[in-house]
């Protein structure tokens, strides 16, 4: 017969198990965050996590602001700007993102006019307050990059004292909807031209539906540039593709970058998650790497230009021995306590 200490201790260790599976098990936020949002742009910053996305009439800007991914949720979202009554800015607004820079925020965006919803063309804002929820949002005009073309998703990062312009445009001589632009900046709303196209649908993926490369995301780590972007149409098609470069490199010369031969992030049948895309990179306050993105709970077989069902969802990124970043599959809907998927 064994000692009562034995059982004790056997049903101590039993519990001890217990308590950090169920630590461990602890959920970090749930998906989606935010329903009938796309585009999204979170940014982390001074212990707070703002987030920026395309709203379903596509007529104003909003901001919503919290100290925790999973807040974000619950946050109420304050419309900061408003698209013009006619002409320029009165369109169509996509994919506004948040950026501080020098002391200031500034919010990138494209904007259609209101005469032709799809005279998209990039635009720049700036609010001199600590708090971008809170002051004077200043239109700085339009974002030339050269060309008078469909021109939006701008994004904007910096690498070894340079600040670069990275963005989605069309080229009237390609015949593709979309190509992915880069150029150095001069200040937060103009670039050094001339500008440099990296990257253009050519993979079977890249041209379902629609011959597309857009929006365009920067994560570094690694010494290393990733930029992944947004491929295909808008629909479960929807999946994203990566250049990478080291951080030495030249980013202007577009022999620098290599490009995926396959996407990187796709549809997960399995998880119900449809058309993942445009997303934004962030970050936990212990240093996880995040992505936040959109996709549908389910396979889309109408307009996905009507439909205004795309939910803002984020996730761990995890690594790969190599350096590169591994994205996994979208993860179901509900609470996510960041497992390698």
Known sequence: MKPKFFHAAATFLVISVINATLSAAETLWTNPLVEQRADPSVTFHDGHYYMMATVPDWDYLEMREA??????????????????????????????????????????????????????????????????????????????????????????????????????????????????????????????????????????????????????????????????????????????????AKADADLLDPKSWTKSHEPVFVSAPENNQWGPGHNSFTTLPDGRDVIVYHDRNYDLKSDPMVDKNRHVRAQLIFWKPDGTPDFGKPVPDGPYTGERN
């Open 67 to 244: 100290t925790s991914i999973d807040g974000l949720r619950t946050a109420n979202p304050k419309e900061i700007w408003k698209r013009h009554e006619k002409g320029p800015m009165g369109g169509y607004i996509w994919a506004p993102e948040l950026h501080f820079i020098n002391g200031k925020w500034y919010i990138y965006f494209a904007a259609g006019d209101k005469e032709n919803n799809w005279k998209i063309r990039l635009y720049v804002l700036e609010n001199s307050s600590p708090n971008p929820m809170e002051g004077e949002w200043i239109e700085k005009g339009k974002l030339d990059v050269g060309g008078d073309s469909f021109t939006l998703d701008p994004t904007t990062f910096e690498n070894s004292g340079k600040r670069y312009l990275v963005w989605a445009q069309a080229n009237p001589k390609l015949k593709v909807n979309s190509s992915i632009y880069i150029a150095q900046m001069d200040t937060p709303w103009s670039i050094i031209k001339p500008s440099v196209r990296l990257s253009s649908p050519e993979f079977h993926w890249e041209c379902i539906r629609c011959k597309v490369n857009e929006g365009p995301e920067v994560l570094k780590k690694n010494d290393r540039i990733f930029l992944v972007y947004s491929a295909s149409g808008i629909g479960s098609e929807y999946c994203l593709g990566m250049l990478s």
